[in-house]
């Protein structure tokens, strides 16, 4: 069975602080793809990043990087001097065979 | 590019009428679309999938008699909530992709608030 397990319900943090969201999935595939979505309080999901399997590589954009390790089963998210308007909830997801699944979401307040 | 749009964004119907929630990818034609549920603070439940001109396929545990879904074009995908009732209140989700359902990018669209009185 497929699972994703995002264990930070809510973190607080304040304006130019780093963030860690964490990601651990489980899944007996070799071949799947990871996602990360954001969630602000308007609702839309907005896509942020997809990974395949076999591309452990790090990957930076702008304040944001992601930190692949298949050896942990991670997909971690870390924004860099985080300002109020990255406040949303962020959901990691894991994806094979026609089949989505997310995790419970960790909700990211930024304080001013 | 890759946006979904979903109208309307929100709805307020009262028990026992039919609510039909419509999904559309604005500048791509759309393989597969999806229909998530989202409860307050809680994590989206896909509800069903489908593709243009067959049947969806729905989760276990989701009613098709109750949530029908059309997938009349590669473009348009609607959901109808027969005999609302209190409990079918939720933030309904669609998403579409344009690839290999398994390999690609979902997008999705802004979502539906459903209110049931």
């Known amino acids: 069975a497929q699972k994703v397990t995002q264990a930070q319900t809510e973190i607080s943090v304040v304006e130019k602080e780093d963030v860690t969201l964490d990601c651990v999935y489980e899944t007996r595939d070799t071949t799947y793809y990871l996602f990360w979505y954001k969630q602000p309080p308007s609702g839309e999901l907005v896509f942020l990043i997809r990974?395949?399997?076999?591309?452990?590589q790090n990957e930076i954009s702008g304040r944001y990087s992601w930190n692949f390790q298949k050896s942990t089963s991670s997909f971690n998210f870390t924004i860099t001097a985080s300002q109020v308007v990255d406040s949303a909830v962020y959901f990691c997801?894991?994806?094979?065979?026609?089949?989505?699944?997310f995790g419970a979401g960790t909700r990211l307040t930024v304080k001013p | 590019g890759a946006v979904v749009s979903q109208h309307p964004s929100r709805v307020i119907c009262k028990s026992g009428t039919s609510v039909k929630i419509e999904c559309r990818s604005l500048?791509?034609?759309?393989?597969?679309m999806f229909w998530y549920r989202q409860f307050p603070k809680q994590s989206l439940m896909l509800m069903a999938t489908s593709n243009e001109g067959s049947k969806a396929t729905y989760e276990q545990g989701v009613e098709k008699d109750k949530f029908l879904i059309n997938h009349a074009s590669l473009t348009l995908s609607t959901l109808t909530v027969t005999s609302a009732h209190p409990e079918d209140s939720s933030f309904y989700i669609c998403?579409?992709?344009?690839?290999?359902?398994?390999?690609?990018?979902?997008?999705f669209g802004p979502g539906t608030r459903l209110t049931v009185l």
């Open positions: 998403s579409a992709s344009y690839g290999v359902p398994s390999t690609d990018t979902q997008y």
């Open positions: 500048d791509f034609q759309a393989t597969t």
């Open positions: 990974r395949n399997s076999f591309d452990e």
């Open positions: 997801a894991l994806t094979l065979s026609n089949d989505m699944r």
